[in-house]
């Protein structure tokens, strides 16, 4: 089992930056990707930015230039520094670890408890 435990979120004016980071816990044999989605109310989770384990990046069309993801292998994290937050990146971001273990086959999909994010004009 893995637990993924979020921080950073809050409230932040337009134009502001917030970071948000991710840490894993548990058995864990490899992380394939990392990767944070938000949600708000009506709509389905959408992909924000996502990174695999070799490094390789994807940034939403509507946050290229402005979010950035990251990750630290040692300490099995991962992080979105947000910037020039706008008022439409309001919402409740997930994190999310594709993993797998030594015990069983194939690759486990994890999700964080989300944490709010609210960019006020």
């Known amino acids: 089992q893995v637990q993924l435990t979020e921080s950073g979120g809050g409230l932040v004016q337009a134009g502001g930056s917030l970071r948000l980071s991710c840490g894993a816990s548990?058995?864990?044999?490899?992380?394939?990707?990392m990767g944070w989605y938000r949600q708000v109310p009506g709509k389905q989770r959408e992909l924000v930015a996502a990174?695999?384990?070799?490094?390789?990046?994807n940034h939403a069309d509507s946050v290229k230039g402005r979010f950035t993801i990251a990750r630290d292998n040692a300490k099995n994290t991962v992080y979105l520094q947000m910037s020039s937050l706008k008022p439409e990146d309001t919402g409740v971001y997930y994190c999310n670890f594709v993993v797998t273990h030594t015990t069983t086959p194939g690759q486990y999909v994890y999700w964080g408890q989300g944490t709010q994010v609210t960019v006020s004009s």
């Open positions: 548990g058995s864990i044999s490899r992380i394939v990707a």
């Open positions: 990174i695999t384990s070799g490094g390789s990046t």
